[in-house]
């Protein structure tokens, strides 16, 4: 059964998304992200190239908006000034491109999003006609908040990013996903495919990750690990759970038993 998904108006099959960053060279991003099977790659306009540099590599070469759709993130941004900036030249160099990622820290050692600056750098994003896939807390109240000024995605945090530590409070992902009417991404965290898997059986629409293939001691053969993650807890999501139990529970019927 087709079983896509739709951001901004544009249907996707893949629900991995996946960063750019912290791979050895351009090739090595390229083969990684080709065995991701994702069809949305996100980068980080103020640490990579993507024609702002004139002579120099340019990751698009690699990775053609024409295979891709092309995710602009604001990573390395700490005020929504910064933000809102980086966006607009995003938009400018990738010729009238609105779907952008926001992200604003708030701290950098934990790089935990500053709220007040996320919620502020929405608003002025969602009036210039970005469609914005907001990186936030795991907090509901802030979930719904973004849902509501019009962004058309929400990406709690798992964990840090890339701390790797998996889903370290699935009540409250649960909570944001029951309540939501724009598409739910985990976004940081994870960090092997069994983390991408809770975090579908969650019941997200898809899972953004970058370090936990980046950093793995073989990127290409975890990537493919990962998509293969997160279509089994997509699909168990689709499945449903058996309950859990207190007590045991046969496979097989006791009654009738031979002698």
Same mark, same amino acid.
């Given at each position: ?73 604001? &990573? @390395?941004?700490?005020? *929504?000034?910064? =933000?809102?900036?980086?966006?607009? $030249? ?7 491109? %609105? ?88 976004? &940081? @965290?994870?960090?092997? *495919?069994?983390? =991408?898997?809770?975090?579908?059986? $969650? ?7 970058? %370090? ?48």
């Amino acid at each position: 059964m087709k079983d896509t998904w739709s951001v901004a108006g544009r249907e996707f099959q893949s629900r991995l998304l996946v960063g750019t960053g912290k791979y050895r060279d351009h090739e090595q991003t390229r083969a990684a992200i080709e065995a991701s099977g994702a069809e949305i790659v996100t980068i980080a306009v103020r640490r990579t190239n993507i024609g702002q540099k004139e002579g120099e590599p340019n990751l698009l070469d690699v990775l053609p908006p024409s295979r891709y759709t092309i995710l602009p993130n604001t &990573a @390395g941004c700490y005020s *929504a000034e910064e =933000a809102v900036r980086t966006c607009r $030249l995003a938009r400018e160099l990738l010729d009238g491109h %609105t779907l952008v990622k926001l992200e604003v820290i708030g701290d950098q050692q934990s790089l935990f999003p500053d709220m007040a600056e996320t919620l502020k750098a929405a608003a002025t994003l969602v009036k210039e006609g970005f469609a914005v896939m907001v990186y936030t807390t795991d907090d509901p109240v802030a979930a719904k908040r973004l849902e509501e000024m019009g962004c058309v995605a929400v990406m709690p945090l798992a964990a840090p990013i890339g701390s790797g530590l998996g889903i370290r409070n699935p009540y409250n992902i649960r909570l944001i996903v029951e309540n939501a009417r724009v598409p739910i991404l985990v976004d &940081a @965290g994870v960090g092997t *495919a069994s983390d =991408a898997a809770v975090a579908m059986e $969650l019941g997200c629409d898809g899972v953004l990750m970058n %370090t936990a293939i980046a950093a793995a001691r073989d990127p290409v053969l975890m990537a493919q690990a990962m998509r293969k993650g997160v279509e089994a807890g997509r699909e168990a999501y689709r499945a449903g759970r058996m309950p859990r139990r207190f007590a045991a529970d046969p496979s097989s019927p006791l009654a009738g038993l031979i002698a």
